[in-house]
């Protein structure tokens, strides 16, 4: 088995050719086709606080083959069979239960997906967690009555790997798509490629929070920033509308009032993809084989080797990263 493997709390974590296949525990048991670099698993290479246990394989996502599984009669491990296609996003793994960053997994089958017929194992690999997330956020917009008629739909951190997909998600789905960056110049044709009808500054969200209450600018939006950026955001979020928030980039504070709840009716929506349940993991994963166009998803998309993964960690930590990157754990 070849996996990245953090030994101890502090350590380094290690890229080993034949690592102990002893480590892993699971009932479904799986070869490892493709996993994909997160921001979550950058925070656990560079040892900021993500792995809970140790030694740990990191990865929050793997998309894999199944090869064998045990469990008792009438279990969850009976809706699979050696040859299965599975998909598994978040329920721990590369936190406190061993990821993707491996040739080989052994996996908990309560949440595990049956890859759509539609998705290759590299695109369902492409979209991943980020992607995941953010057809969790499009899905509370609509399960809110958003529509496109209601007006824009802003998009926080836009260009990385959840909100470039939240982007396309949304323009496909005929909303009209403010997408907001840090690095306006360099990633504004690219928001623009995958449907965003204008490109604004982070800074006019992030600087500071204004007035509890501002000019109504947004029917709705997609957030994986926090802090001072989600204050404003709700302050110039129209009545009635819906902010679905998954991040804090810029921080876990929010320092805002309750004025736009009660005065506007603005509805907060928190999106949790780790502990999703499997009925809704299942209603993303068929919306995203079904809306997200695979030329479109192959734009945003590289690829690299396991044996890049390590140092790649620092690269999306600074947010040199755009879109999403593949792991492909046999390189």
Not at 95 to 102: I, K, V
Not at 232 to 260: E, M, R, S
């Amino acid at each position: 088995m070849r996996a990245i493997v953090i030994e101890s709390e502090g350590a380094a974590p290690r890229l080993l050719e034949h690592a102990d296949e002893s480590l892993l525990s699971g009932d479904v048991e799986l070869d490892v086709l493709a996993s994909s670099v997160n921001f979550k698993d950058g925070m656990a290479l560079a040892g900021k606080g993500i792995a809970r246990a140790h030694p740990l394989i990191p990865g929050i996502d793997l998309v894999g083959r199944v090869t064998g599984s045990a469990g008792s009669a009438g279990s969850a491990t009976e809706r699979f069979s050696a040859g299965d296609l599975v998909l598994l996003n978040g329920d721990g793994i590369g936190e406190s239960l061993h990821g993707g960053f491996a040739t080989r997994a052994r996996v908990r089958p309560d949440t595990l997906v049956r890859l759509p017929a539609s998705l290759s194992p590299e695109h369902a690999a492409a979209i991943g967690t980020a992607g995941f997330t953010a057809m969790l956020a499009v899905l509370k917009l609509e399960d809110a009555g958003l529509t496109p008629d209601a007006g824009d739909i802003l998009v926080t951190g836009a260009s990385g790997g959840a909100g470039s997909i939240a982007v396309a998600l949304l323009a496909g789905r005929g909303f009209r798509v403010l997408a907001s960056t840090g690095r306006v110049e360099e990633n504004g044709e690219y928001l623009r490629d995958l449907g965003a009808a204008d490109v604004l500054d982070r800074r006019e969200l992030s600087e500071e929070p204004g007035r509890p209450l501002q000019s109504q600018r947004f029917a709705g939006a997609i957030d994986g920033v926090g802090s001072t950026t989600l204050a404003n955001i709700l302050a110039q979020t129209a009545w009635g509308g819906t902010v679905a928030a998954y991040g804090l980039a810029q921080g876990p504070d929010l320092p805002t009032t309750v004025l736009p709840f009660i005065l506007r009716g603005v509805a907060l929506a928190g999106v949790n993809s780790v502990e999703c349940p499997l009925p809704l993991r299942e209603r993303a994963w068929e919306a995203l084989a079904r809306e997200l166009d695979g030329d479109v998803l192959d734009s945003m998309t590289t690829s690299i080797g396991l044996s890049e993964t390590i140092p790649y960690a620092q690269r999306i930590l600074a947010g040199e990263v755009r879109g999403r990157t593949v792991v492909e754990v046999t390189q």
